[in-house]
């Protein structure tokens, strides 16, 4: 691997301890996968330090301790509590004081604590060819595949990026990855986030790592259901970038997604594919549940100013929970807005930094014993995205009821779950 | 001292390891198929199900995909249960990779010896990481 004066000058320690450990971490990783030499990047978004793991908050602890600044502009990730709402959520409070550990740790980097899976609603808005690299797939899908910009799916050493300022020049980096691999064809009715992350989440089974390219889209999609996509193709598949033409930088035509190159035959999805997806998260639609949530990934404003909309003046059943999951940043603009005032007024719990699967009630944590977290019991969870239904099956390890946005709000004001394929709209 | 065989392999993550072979003819993924408490194999993967990795040279053709993959190896780590080196046929996932250097835990992949025919289970390997060159020790069969 080619190395500039510079990167050699951080892996010789030239740079302080921190940037050259974070160099022989990038150097090693990209020999494994035969980078010829590394790019500059100009964002990364960055693993939180997570306190319901051992010894994982002390992992950006120790890069803090070592010197570390971000070379970058660094969002960070969720977390696994709320870090100022925590008691509604019933988080055990030693568990909070280390996730703040975490925070300070990151404010001491200069990183920007924003700890959602929705960094761009936040103001991180990477655009088109710029490197970059993520620790949530989430991200690394809508950059490459709505902003245009090159990610990898990263895990940890999306921190070491942000310290260098560089990431060894492999995957999305290069054009030849930046093509499409399947065809999609859709005539569905698609309506809503909830919908999109269905088609994601049934795409995703199919497109391996490929890059899928979607074809029939009656309107341009808006920038929640386009979140809302990726999310679904990041959680079935090991997807990272799709195209959508005259949507995802550069390609304007079908043509230009696949270079040039004859378009495979399509993969036709119906209505009934996406139905389909509905009922594998909803295998007893009769089943009791506990908690119902919307926001995943973090909600936007305008998803925001939506619940608002479907709630305003009225008030949930008893003993029903609706949590409303988003970053800190929107959580700020929503309250200024009036908008959480609203929410909270109509008996909703909003919540930032984390959301169900992230947070205590996650079976598959391993924290320290010492901090006494025991994930309370769960029946079930109604929930609007396909990819936290993916999450609560496998994390909360409890039922799932998966609906639309607004049936699993009126879910929550009538106590009864109220399906998608209601024959209403079917 | 018994003859050894030497098997060369490309090496992925420095280091050097020696433990009991644990051979698995499936995919791992470290994100499910692995208990983090006891390092106990509980995933469908017939040919090591209910096996621990804890301590073995985890030998596997590759890595199935999870984004998390890392915090799953490094929490193995933390909590001893973790296998003490990685050798796959195809190189590990990204996210894997990166999991192996920060618990320290050497990987070489792509060995000239095909991987059903390498070890058996509890054969005592040695593996010797040093940039891309990894060479594999075992007693003579």
């Known amino acids: 691997m080619r190395l500039s004066d510079h990167e050699q000058a951080m892996l010789d320690g030239r740079h302080g301890a921190a940037k050259q450990r974070a160099m022989a971490g990038l150097v090693q990783l990209g020999r494994a996968f035969d980078a010829p030499r590394m790019v500059e990047i100009g964002y990364a978004h960055i693993h939180a330090g997570m306190a319901l793991y051992l010894d994982d908050v002390e992992l950006i602890e120790d890069l803090a301790q070592l010197g570390a600044k971000m070379a970058v502009p660094a969002s960070v990730n969720v977390a696994n509590t709320d870090m100022k709402n925590w008691r509604q959520i019933g988080a055990p409070e030693k568990l909070v004081r280390l996730q703040r550990r975490a925070e300070s740790a990151h404010h001491k980097m200069g990183s920007n604590c924003a700890f959602t899976c929705t960094p761009y609603w936040a103001g991180h808005w990477p655009t088109w060819n710029t490197h970059m690299t993520s620790i949530e797939s989430t991200v690394t899908i809508f950059c490459n595949s709505v902003l245009g910009a090159r990610s990898n799916r990263d895990g940890f050493f999306a921190v070491y990026a942000a310290i260098t300022g560089r990431y060894p020049m492999f995957g999305y980096h290069l054009d030849v990855n930046r093509r499409g691999t399947i065809l999609v064809r859709t005539d569905a009715r698609l309506d809503g986030t909830s919908d999109f992350s269905a088609l994601g989440f049934h795409v995703g089974r199919m497109a391996g790592d490929g890059v899928p390219v979607f074809d029939g889209f009656a309107n341009r999609p808006s920038l929640d259901e386009l979140d809302a996509l990726g999310a679904g193709l990041a959680t079935s598949g090991g997807v990272s970038m799709f195209i959508v033409p005259g949507v995802t930088p550069p390609f304007a035509a079908l043509a230009d997604a696949f270079a040039g190159e004859r378009p495979p035959d399509p993969l036709v999805v119906s209505r009934a594919e996406i139905d389909a997806v509905y009922d594998y998260f909803c295998p007893s639609p009769a089943a009791k549940f506990d908690i119902v949530h919307v926001g995943c990934p973090h909600a936007s404003l305008e998803e925001m100013k939506h619940y608002a909309r479907l709630l305003s003046g009225k008030r949930i059943a008893d003993g029903t929970e609706l949590w409303i999951s988003t970053s800190r940043g929107v959580r700020r603009s929503a309250e200024e807005a009036g908008i959480v005032r609203e929410l909270e007024a109509a008996g909703a719990k909003v919540i930032s930094d984390t959301c169900p699967i992230s947070c205590h009630l996650a079976r598959t944590v391993s924290p320290d014993p010492a901090l006494g977290v025991v994930p309370p019991p769960i029946k079930a969870v109604v929930i609007d995205s396909a990819k936290q239904a993916k999450y609560v099956r496998d994390m909360i390890q409890c039922a799932t009821l998966l609906t639309g946005t607004e049936e699993a709000v009126e879910t929550a004001l009538t106590g009864r779950f109220v399906s998608r394929r209601a024959p209403a709209r079917v | ?141």
Not at chain 2, 73 to 86: D, T, Y
Not at chain 2, 110 to 115: F, G, I, K, N, S
């Open chain 2, 1 to 141: 001292m018994p003859a050894e065989r030497e098997i060369a392999a490309r090496g992925i993550v420095e280091g050097t390891a020696r433990g009991p072979a644990l051979v698995a003819a499936e995919a791992i993924s470290f994100l499910g198929d692995v208990d983090i408490l006891s390092g106990t194999i509980v995933g469908d993967l017939p040919s090591v199900h209910g096996k621990s990795m804890r301590g073995t040279v985890l030998i596997f053709p590759y890595t199935r995909g999870s984004a998390g993959a890392w915090r799953f190896l490094h929490q193995l780590h933390k909590h001893g249960n973790a296998p003490v080196a990685l050798v796959t046929a195809s190189v590990p996932d990204p996210s894997v990779v990166q999991g192996a250097i920060l618990s320290r835990i050497p990987v070489a992949c792509a060995p000239a010896q095909d991987l059903a025919a390498l070890a058996s289970d509890g054969d005592m390997i040695e593996l010797v990481v040093s940039g891309e060159r990894a060479t594999l020790r075992l007693a003579r069969r």
